[in-house]
């Protein structure tokens, strides 16, 4: 499977309005899921079927904080056998892992530095942990990450 596309169509960050109580403690889910799967033609690929795969991506910050939504699609350059494969297990909305697994780690890299510029656009708290660096005990004169 080799990605010829990644597109966004919808980016969405909303930060709520609430009374937060200060020893509230703010509740980040993240989420991703397929949405639909389909053969497309493509004027400049004649030779291979390109699959249409839509997704959506999810943050949550509970209770009722703040919400990012990215929808897009990701075009896929993929062997005739393997469209039929993909297609066929899609109509029971199933996915093996071996497309699952590097699909979602495709839409990861995008959706989470996307979603990392939002949340600071909105001042929100990470929804992954950044690397810090800290000092190493005593004894030692380097820093680690």
């Known amino acids: 499977m080799q990605v010829i596309g990644f597109n966004f169509e919808k980016i969405s960050a909303e ?5 937060k109580k200060p020893e509230e403690k703010i509740e980040i889910n993240s989420n991703i899921s397929v949405k639909d799967i389909t053969q497309e033609k493509i004027g400049i690929v004649k030779d291979k079927p390109v699959l249409k795969i839509t ?16 929808r897009g699609n990701i075009l896929t ?8 494969s ?11 892992d071996d497309v699952r697994i590097p699909l979602f780690n495709i839409i990861l890299t995008r959706c989470n530095l996307k979603a990392l510029d939002l949340e600071e656009q909105l001042n929100l708290p990470t929804h992954i942990p950044l690397p810090r660096i800290k000092p190493q005990q005593q004894g030692n004169k380097s820093y680690t990450g």
């Not at 930060?15 to 009374?19: G, L, M, N």
């Not at 350059?77 to 469209?83: M, N, P, S």
């Open 55 to 70: 997704f959506e991506f999810l943050v949550n910050y509970k209770p009722n904080v703040a919400d990012i939504i990215l």
């Open 15 to 19: 930060r709520k309005e609430q009374e």
């Open 77 to 84: 350059l993929v062997e005739k056998d393997e469209a039929k």
């Open 86 to 96: 993909i297609t066929k297990k899609w109509k029971d909305k199933k996915i093996s």
